[in-house]
C-alpha cells in the first residue's frame, strides 16, 4: 500500500474536497484527483460512499474514507512522519475540532444563506450573523495562534484547513454582494492569516480562483430560480 | 489538575451527556455531575459554553470542552493510560468516526422525528428511514465487532458510546409508537449488543430506565403541544 496509491474523488470548487487534498499537499502525498461531474455522480462515488455519496471520497489503498475531516485527521495519523496537523497537546486539538465543528455546522452555513436570504431584511440578518461568528473566529485565532500566523502556530493545522477552505467562497459572496466579511478593523488577525494562508505551497495550487467560483455561483444560482419557477404555461 | 478536578454539566436524560459520562466511566475517573434545570440554563454553562449553550460540558482542571464526541476523544487521549475508547488503527478509526456522525447527524435526528410526525403516513416513513439507518449499522456492527460482543472488540469503545447513549430514548420510541426497532430477525448482532451494552459497569449507572424517559417524553410532548396551540380565546 504505497503513497502513490492515494486518490481524491471530488470537484475542484468543493471547499470541502479542498481540506483532503490540502492535507495531503502538507504531508506531501502524491495522489490522483478524479473529478466528479457536475450534476451526476459516478459508479466509483456510489460504491465508495453508498451512505451520503458525496465528495471528498479519498481512497488509499482501495479502501474509501468519507468525510472531509474525518479524511483530514485519517491522513494526518496515517503519515505520521510529516509535520503535524492536528495540535499535539489534548487540549488544544478538543478546542480544534470544536472550532472546525462550529465552522461547519453553523459558520458555512449562515454564508451559504447570505445568497438565498429573500428580500433585504433577510439578506442583512444573514450577513450579520455571519460577522458575529468571524468575530468569535477572531477571538479563537488570537488564542490558538498565540502570536504565530496560522491557527496552528508556525505551521497551517487542523482548524486553518477546515476554515481557509471556505475563503475561496467568502471573497465569492464579498463580490457578489458588495460587502467586507473580513475587516481591517474587525478581524485584523484573520485578514493577515487568510493572506498567509491562501499563499501558502500547500494551498496556492488548489485555492480556486474567486472570478472562476464567481461563475460557479451564478450557475448554482440560475439552477436555484429554475427550480423554484413555475412551470411554463402552454 | 487532578483526576477529582473533573466536573460535567448535564441533565441526566440526555444521550448526550451520557457519552462523557460512559467515557469517563470507563477510564476510573471520578466526576462531579452538575445538573442543569430543566427549562434554565446556569451561570456555569453559559460562561463555559458561550457559542453553543448546551450541555454535556466536561470541565476538567477548570478549563471546559463542550460538544459530546469531542469530549469523549479528550477524554481518551488525557487518560491515556486507561483502556483505549478509540481504535488503534487509523482506518479502524475513520470508520468509527464515520458512523459515530452519521449517528448523531442523521440517524438520531431521524429517531426524534418519529414523534414529530403529522400523520400515519408521516409516521410511517420516519419509522422506515429510522430501520434503514439501524440495518447500515447492523452491516457496520458485523464488520466493525468482528466477531466480538462490542463495536469496540470485546472491549467498549467510541462507536458503543456513541451509539449506544441512545439506547434508552429507542426504547421510549418502542414503547410510546407500539413498534419494534431492534429486531431479532433484521438487527440479530445489534439486539445482543444492546443487552450488552446496557449491563456494562460503566454503563448499567448511568443509562435511565425507559419508564423514566417515558415520563420525560410525555412532558416534553405536552410543551411542544402548548407551544403549538393558538392563544386561548377571550
Redesign the interface.
Known amino acids: 500500500m504505497g503513497e502513490s496509491d492515494v486518490k481524491v474523488l471530488g470537484m475542484w470548487p468543493s471547499p470541502f474536497v479542498m481540506r483532503a487534498r490540502i492535507a495531503l499537499n502538507l504531508k506531501s502525498v502524491d495522489y490522483e484527483f478524479l473529478q466528479e461531474t457536475f450534476g451526476s455522480k459516478s459508479e466509483l462515488l456510489l460504491q465508495s460512499n453508498p451512505?451520503h455519496k458525496k465528495v471528498p471520497v479519498l481512497i488509499?489503498g482501495g479502501?474509501p474514507?468519507?468525510?472531509s475531516l474525518?479524511?483530514v485527521?485519517?491522513i494526518d495519523?496515517?503519515w505520521a512522519s510529516g509535520p503535524s496537523i492536528l495540535p499535539s497537546d489534548?487540549?488544544d486539538?478538543?478546542t480544534a475540532?470544536?472550532w472546525a465543528?462550529?465552522i461547519s455546522e453553523k459558520w458555512y452555513p449562515s454564508m451559504k444563506g447570505i445568497g438565498f436570504a429573500q428580500g433585504e431584511e433577510a439578506k442583512k440578518a444573514a450577513i450579520e450573523q455571519v460577522t458575529e461568528g468571524l468575530a468569535?473566529l477572531e477571538e479563537a485565532f488570537e488564542k490558538s495562534s498565540k502570536g504565530n500566523v496560522f491557527f496552528g502556530g508556525d505551521e497551517i493545522g487542523y482548524l486553518d484547513i477546515a476554515f481557509g477552505c471556505f475563503l475561496g467562497w467568502l471573497r465569492v459572496n464579498e463580490k457578489l454582494h458588495g460587502i467586507k466579511l473580513l475587516d481591517q478593523t474587525k478581524t485584523p488577525g484573520l485578514v493577515k492569516w487568510a493572506d498567509k494562508f491562501c499563499a501558502h505551497a500547500a494551498v496556492k495550487d488548489v485555492m480556486p480562483e474567486t472570478d472562476k467560483l464567481v461563475e460557479i455561483a451564478k450557475i448554482l444560482a440560475a439552477k436555484a430560480r429554475a427550480a423554484a419557477a413555475p412551470p411554463p404555461s402552454n
Chains 1, 2 share one sequence.
Do not use: M
Request: net charge neutral.
Open positions: 451512505v488509499h479502501k474514507v468519507c468525510e474525518i479524511i485527521e485519517y495519523e496515517v489534548p487540549y486539538r478538543a475540532r470544536f465543528a462550529y468569535l
